[in-house]
């Protein structure tokens, strides 16, 4: 059976558009995705209150001198800060996904949270860090001082 030229292009088309549009909705779906994910590390960046986490840690870094019963109990209390610093990841205001797609809101939601517990977590160990360099400062120069003023008995 032999089909006419016309035909035989009028099929190669439909078929082209049929297998091609997938194609460009998966290209639509990763432009809408990207945008979505510098959206909202953008923002989790805004939104986060850095100097009260960089507190929060020099905080937790003086709670190791507080006595808890335990041996070891007051020397968890940094670490599990920070996790908690980490896993602390409230939800995104909703006035930011007014008119925009699932996809959008999904891949927005899920970026914010992943980089607002980074930043949050950072900042608490970096004070925590600078704390317990404050307080192993303030320890040596005590020593120094009640040295200085120490004296051996004479023989």
Request: glycine share 10%; hydrophobic share 45%.
């Amino acid at each position: 059976m032999k089909f006419s030229k016309p035909f035989q292009v009028g099929a190669f088309l439909m078929a082209v558009l049929t297998f091609s549009m997938p194609f460009a909705t998966f290209a639509q779906q990763t432009v809408v995705a990207a945008q979505a994910e510098s959206d909202a590390i953008a923002d989790a960046d805004k939104d986060v209150n850095k100097p009260l986490w960089f507190g929060a840690g020099c905080l937790l870094s003086g709670l190791v001198f507080v006595p808890l019963p335990g041996i070891y109990t007051s020397c968890l209390l940094p670490p599990i800060g920070i996790t908690g610093a980490y896993f602390y990841q409230p939800d995104p205001s909703p006035a930011r996904f007014i008119g925009k797609s699932p996809e959008y809101v999904s891949v927005y939601t899920s970026a914010y949270k992943s980089k607002r517990g980074k930043t949050q977590a950072s900042m608490s160990s970096a004070g925590c860090l600078t704390g317990c360099g404050a307080i192993g400062l303030t320890l040596v120069g005590i020593g120094f001082a009640l040295l200085d003023d120490f004296e051996l008995p004479a023989e």
